[in-house]
């Protein structure tokens, strides 16, 4: 639900860094963390660029498991659900390695060949 | 500049590309010039929060951002809290509703400065208040004669737990009415909140909500939180959310 606001924030920054080129793709960074729902994110870019100055742009969403590190025995978690535990030894003492990326990664501006 | 250009399987691959000066007209080929920015997709959100967390620095004001699902009992508990606190702490709101005053009208007329932001403005509604939006309300505030701001947001357990807007701290209000799995549904809200407040005890002998395995799901999500279980409208438990409150506009930030 909140898929629209942050591609507000997406467009904004592809626009800041377009210098005035059409746009024809941009990457995004997301972690698994974050809630974004990838369908939900381009069904709300889609309807945000639509008839716009990026209208036609790709979005291109990298999306990233979330993964922790326990301090108590070291052991790497792949979380499915948002449980700050180690799947090892079921400690509390753990530390997101990644999973809370939320980065636009690059551009592709179109250039007249 | 290097030329990229991208193959039916995906891969891009970049060409050091020398431009040949022959006769272009009448053929446009266009290629895409790829352009690394690495920038947080919240980077302008986050640029606004910290001039507004400079604003409350500068007149001394503490500011916490008070979050919940709609109907969580958030004005309810800002009215207990003004009753309460109103004699020993200057108070002022920040409230946001997509449309109406009504929640404004009713904070304002305890007779604290309310600046009221609706988010309608925004594309389609916003769900939240984004730092900008609580700059643009900041203006109508007397920042320097409060000691605390508490921004009231927009009701929504997904949207506002995203946007800095430049609080000191994170609070939430959780009804017991909701259920006791809500934190394992939004964990990004209870993950980034410092305090929770459990409202609607009074409810409890009325409901099957189990205390202690809504506590254990605040936890699993958010070990560092501070659980505060009150009743906004019988004003039990109202003290404790008073005093963490006082604790954190007496704390040098």
Known sequence: MHELALCEA??????????????????????????VVPDSMQFSWKLLTEGGELDGCE??????????????????????????????CDSADVQLLRGDEFLVVAIERVVAG | MGRFHRHADGTVHEHDHEHDLGDHSGYVATGAERVTVLESILAENDRVAAENRADFARTGVVTVNLMSAPGAGKTTLLKRTITALGGRMRIGILEGDI???????ELSSLGVPVSLVNTSAGFGGECHLDATMVRSGLGRLPLDR?????????????CPAEFDVGQHARAMVAAITEGEEKPLKYPVMFHACDVVV???????????FDLDRFVANVQAVNPHARLIPLSARTGEGVDEWCAWLEAQATTPK
């Open chain 2, 99 to 105: 449309a109406t005053s009504i929640d404004a009208d």
């Open chain 1, 59 to 88: 979005l291109a969403i990298d999306h990233v498991p979330a993964v922790l590190t326990c301090r108590t025995c070291g052991e790497e978690t792949k979380l499915d659900v948002p449980i700050l535990l180690c799947g090892a």
């Open chain 2, 198 to 208: 459990v409202n609607k005890l009074d409810l409890l002998p009325h409901l099957d």
């Open chain 2, 146 to 158: 409060l000691d605390v701001l508490i921004v009231e947001n927009v009701g929504n357990l997904v």
């Open chain 1, 10 to 35: 997406i467009a904004d920054t592809v626009v800041r860094h377009a210098g005035g080129e059409p746009v024809s793709r941009v990457e995004v960074r997301i972690g698994h963390f974050r809630q």
